[in-house]
Structures are given as C-alpha cells and as structure tokens.
C-alpha cells in the first residue's frame, strides 16, 4: 500500500488530481485488504472525499460536468460512515465522527436542511461521549461543531448557547482553538449579542497569534479588522481605539 500512498503524495504536489485519485484510491484499497486500522481507514476516506470535493468546486466554477465526482465523493463518505459503526473505542468514535462532520460541513455540496440532518444528531451523541470522560479539548471541539449546525438552520439563540459553553471552556481549560471557520462564527454571533469583553480578547487572541508566526495578513484580517468591524464601530470606547492605533 505504501509505495502507491507515496505516488499520490507525489502527484498532488506536482497537482495531477488525475493520478493522485488512482494511486490513492489503489493505496486505501490494498490497506483494506491487509486490515488496516479501521480509524485510519476512515481519515483516509474523508481525506480522499475532501480532495474529489475541492475538486468538484473547481468543476463547477469552471462550467464543466457538475456530476464528475459526485460518486466518488459519496463512496468515500459511506464507506467512512459505515467503519465509524465499527470502532470501539470512545476517543476513536469521537474524532471519527468530527473527522466526518468537518467533511458535510465544509465540503458537502448539498443544501443546509439535508446537512443540518446528517451532522446533528452524529456530533451531539460525540459531545455526549466525550463529557462521559470528561476530555475539555473534546467536549471543545464536539460543541464548536454543534454550534455551527445551529447556524445551518438559522437558530441564533442556540447557536449562543453552544459558542457561550465553548468560549468558557477555551478559556477555563487554555484549550487549543479549533478551527478558523467555527471559532469565526462563534465572533459573529458575539457582535449579535453585543458580548463586548469576548470580542476583545477574540481580536487579540487572533492577532497575537497570527503576528507571532509572522503570518501579518491573516493577523490584520482576524484582529485588527475584526476588532475595527465587530468592536469598534459599535462602542467606540477609548481602550479599542488605542488598541488598534
């Protein structure tokens, strides 16, 4: 299995999607045969249907054929749904499901109803595993993703709760952030219900890190200008003046 997961690594550097798709799908299928730990198995299907998926946006912006991937994408996606069922172990489970969740929430072409319907239920049994044994960096990253679902069906005032719970425990624990995407969310409706204090530190949060790493783009984007936007403009107080000069 190793020499074909090799070429794709190969092919997707050199962006051949065509052969990356052949040698990876090669790799996953000798895995399954030599019984392959079933957790790898399902990062590797999610991982594959990710790929085929950016891929079928590319399609789609390009006006080609809408369907090129769908099938394969789906394929991935079940069979990694259908090995979830197997695992065992309660950490297994739970970083399967968000591996999974991640997938129809970031890379699903399908409409916010159906996505609502296939993610909800799935994260909200992980986030009851994971207070069973009582892991804050789970329980973290299993609301965040609750949160998000809340968003998909236009209910803000869960969608408050759930960012509330995963913002005291980001700071009760000094967990690691999860995720650009839905910690962002979680700002926006912070701005909503006007939570002053969370905002600031969320701003800086963002900036300090990104500055850090020299990353100065991302460290305008997500802490000056989200403190200008989300902060600022509204309160117009002294300390969020002279924190952006």
């Not at 997961?5 to 996953?28: C, V």
């Not at 916010?112 to 239920?121: G, L, M, V, W």
């Not at 069906?153 to 700071?171: F, H, R």
């Not at 990353?215 to 300390?239: C, H, R």
Request: charged content about 30%; some cysteine.
């Amino acid at each position: 299995a190793r020499p074909y997961g090799d070429l794709a690594e190969i092919n997707q550097e050199q962006s051949d999607l065509e052969s990356y798709f052949k040698n990876m799908e090669r790799s996953i299928q000798l895995e399954e045969i030599i019984d392959e730990s079933d957790y790898l198995l399902i990062y590797k299907y999610v991982s594959l249907a990710k790929t085929y998926s950016d891929e079928e946006y590319v399609v789609v912006e390009e006006k080609k054929s809408y369907s090129k991937y769908s099938a394969d994408i789906k394929k991935n996606i079940k069979k990694a749904e259908r090995l979830l069922k197997n695992l065992s172990a309660t950490n297994e489970i739970i970083k399967a499901t968000i591996l999974i969740t991640d997938f129809h929430l970031n890379h699903s072409l399908e409409n916010h109803d159906i996505i609502f319907k296939k993610t909800f239920k799935p994260i909200k049994n992980a986030l009851e595993l994971a207070e069973g044994i009582e892991d804050p960096q789970l329980i973290y990253d299993c609301i965040l993703r609750l949160q998000y679902t809340y968003e998909l069906i236009n209910n803000g005032e869960m969608q408050y709760k759930y960012c509330i719970k995963a913002d005291s425990l980001l700071v009760l624990y000094n967990l690691i952030e999860d995720g650009y995407m839905y910690y962002r969310e979680c700002l926006d409706v912070f701005t909503d219900y006007k939570e002053v204090e969370k905002i600031r530190r969320m701003c800086s949060s963002y900036y300090e890190y990104h500055y850090a790493f020299e990353q100065y783009e991302s460290a305008f984007d997500l802490g000056v200008e989200n403190l200008w936007l989300n902060l600022y403009k509204v309160t117009a107080e002294n300390i969020d003046y002279f924190t952006l000069k």
